[in-house]
C-alpha cells in the first residue's frame, strides 16, 4: 500500500494513511517513494475515530486515496475503556457495518479510493471448509469492491 501511496502522489493526488497500529515506519515509508511531508497521516486511539477521520477526509473531496492499516486493529472505544476480561461479541463487525454503510455513497461521489488492511485469523473448531476467517464481520466482504489476497509463499533468494 505504501507503494500505491508513492505512485498516487507522483501522479500528483492527495493521499492518507490511517495508522491504526501505531506502526508506519515513515523511514521505510521514504524509501519506497513515499513523499512523508505530503502524507497525511492520523494515528486514532479509538476504532470510531479512525473511522470518523476516514469519513471527513472522503465528505471532503480533497484526498484521493486513504489507507486505513489495519481492520483488526479498529478497536471499539467499548472495549478500550472496558475491563480487560470483559466480552463484547460483534462490536467491531457493528462498528464496521455502519462506518461502510456511511462511507459507501461519499466514496463513490467523490471517486476516492479506500483501501483497507487486514489480516487472517483462524476460527476455532472448524472441521470442513476453510478455517480463515477475516476481522471486521462480514461488511467489508460485502461492501469491498476488488478484496486482494496477499501471502507470503518463500524467501528471496540469491543467485
Request: with cysteine; net charge neutral; glycine share 8%.
Amino acid at each position: 500500500t505504501l507503494q500505491v501511496i508513492a505512485e498516487m502522489q507522483k501522479l500528483g493526488g492527495t493521499a492518507a494513511f490511517i495508522d491504526a497500529e501505531h506502526a508506519l515506519d515513515v523511514q521505510y515509508a521514504s524509501k519506497l517513494g513515499v513523499n512523508v511531508p505530503e502524507l497525511l497521516i492520523s494515528q486514532p486511539d479509538t476504532g470510531e475515530q479512525a473511522l470518523e477521520i476516514t469519513d471527513a477526509l472522503v465528505r471532503s473531496g480533497s484526498i484521493d486515496m486513504i489507507v486505513i492499516d489495519s481492520v483488526a486493529a479498529l478497536v471499539p472505544k467499548a472495549e478500550i475503556e472496558g475491563e480487560m476480561g470483559d466480552s463484547l461479541p460483534g462490536l467491531q463487525a457493528r462498528l464496521m457495518s455502519q462506518a461502510l454503510r456511511k462511507l459507501t455513497g461519499t466514496i463513490k461521489r467523490t471517486n476516492c479510493l479506500v483501501i483497507f488492511i487486514n489480516q487472517i485469523r483462524m476460527k476455532i473448531g472448524v472441521m470442513f471448509g476453510n478455517p480463515e476467517t477475516t476481522t471486521g464481520g462480514n461488511a467489508l466482504k460485502f461492501y469491498a469492491s476488488v478484496r486482494l489476497d496477499i501471502r507470503r509463499i518463500g524467501s528471496i533468494k540469491k543467485n
